[in-house]
Nanobody, 122 residues
């Protein structure tokens, strides 16, 4: 499955942004999906994951309460709603898919999108 993350851009602190992860080649339906980000000079950081059925989610403590992951099976897409953005949220954001895993371990994911840049100005 090919993934494409989109929706990034330049926003101000306190703004909201919704990222999309679209799947092509196969339906997203059976896959678990995770969102990650990577800032310059830092390791890739897990943000949120959602089970293939869409009924279970998992968040990193750093974004819990500000970010929401959701899945739209009809549109074959997964979203990351980001609220109250901070300058430290500036990074390239990636979506990734696996057969069942939706936790923080990067190697557990089989497919990765290209990433979309989010820049939050103060």
């Amino acid at each position: 499955v090919q993934l494409q993350a989109s929706g990034g851009g330049l926003v101000q602190a306190g703004d909201s942004l919704r990222l999309s992860c679209a799947a092509s080649g196969r339906t997203f339906s059976p896959y678990a999906v995770g969102w990650f980000r990577q800032a310059p000079g830092k390791e890739r950081e897990f943000l949120a994951g959602i089970r293939g059925t869409g009924d279970t989610t998992y968040y990193a403590d750093s974004v819990k309460g500000r970010f929401t992951i959701s899945k739209d099976t009809a549109k074959n897409a997964v979203y990351l709603q980001m609220n109250s953005l901070k300058p430290e949220d500036t990074a390239v954001y990636y979506c990734a898919a696996s057969r069942t895993y939706f936790g923080p371990r990067v190697p557990a994911y089989d497919y990765w999108g290209q990433g979309t840049l989010v820049t939050v100005s103060s």
